[in-house]
T-cell receptor
Framework: DTAVSQTPKYLVTQMGNDKSIKCEQNLGHDTMYWYKQDSKKFLKIMFSYNNKELIINETVPNRFSPKSPDKAHLNLHINSLELGDSAVYFC?????????????FGPGTRLTVT | GQNIDQPTEMTATEGAIVQINCTYQTSGFNGLFWYQQHAGEAPTFLSYNVLDGLEEKGRFSSFLSRSKGYSYLLLKELQMKDSASYLCAVWGLGGQNFVFGPGTRLSVLP
């Protein structure tokens, strides 16, 4: 029944490692997003995919690479992790009927880089 | 670019009414929306405004003045469960370009 799911929920890793976060939505939405929420609780958009095509790529280091195998999945791969990457990463989706306004967020993945 | 301002924290009493303001500066405007985020949880959608005026949705209402770059979220009959952060976000130019404000942490006291 979960609308937007993310795995893993928690991720603890060391600097320099490569990790992936997976996201899936079963809402039939066309657009999916990745957000980063830092320790100050600022929620910043990183990427957006519409029907498997990238439509936003904000000022994000190229160590971060989104991959969308189909419109129900948007995964986030991070290379050479740094301490500053520690944050909560949220996946979200929105449908064509409501545009980007009404986004449904996943539960978040808390990434800690040591 | 886009700049969004909200008060950092607010406190109100159970049963009262509280208004959370949001001001924004944007190079283009396609809409403004409000999300609620409880501590440790994901944001959940509350409302959006595209045109000037008030949108009412149960105990929550949101107002927009595009000429003033101003919006507010009005919460009536406050309940303890309304203690959360409230995020204002603006959809500006550039297709899917939208930015979240810093959020207002609301504490509802008994």
């Amino acid at each position: 029944d979960t609308a937007v799911s993310q795995t893993p929920k928690y991720l603890v890793t060391q600097m320099g490692n490569d990790k992936s976060i997976k996201c899936e939505q079963n809402l039939g939405h066309d657009t999916m997003y990745w957000y980063k929420q830092d320790s100050k609780k600022f929620l910043k958009i990183m990427f957006s995919y519409n029907n498997k095509e990238l439509i936003i790529n904000e000022t994000v280091p190229n160590r971060f690479s989104p991959k969308s195998p189909d419109k129900a999945h948007l995964n986030l791969h991070i290379n050479s992790l740094e301490l500053g990457d520690s944050a909560v990463y949220f996946c979200a989706s929105s449908g064509a009927g409501t545009g980007p306004y009404e986004q449904y967020f996943g539960p978040g993945t808390r990434l800690t880089v040591t | 670019g886009q700049n969004i301002d909200q008060p950092t924290e607010m406190t109100a009493t159970e049963g009262a009414i509280v208004q959370i303001n949001c001001t924004y500066q944007t190079s283009g405007f396609n809409g403004l929306f409000w999300y609620q985020q409880h501590a440790g949880e994901a944001p959940t959608f509350l409302s959006y405004n595209v045109l000037d005026g008030l949108e009412e949705k149960g105990r929550f209402s949101s107002f927009l003045s595009r000429s003033k770059g101003y919006s507010y979220l009005l919460l009536k009959e406050l309940q303890m469960k309304d203690s959360a952060s409230y995020l204002c976000a603006v959809w500006g130019l550039g297709g899917q370009n939208f930015v979240f404000g810093p959020g207002t942490r609301l504490s509802v006291l008994p």
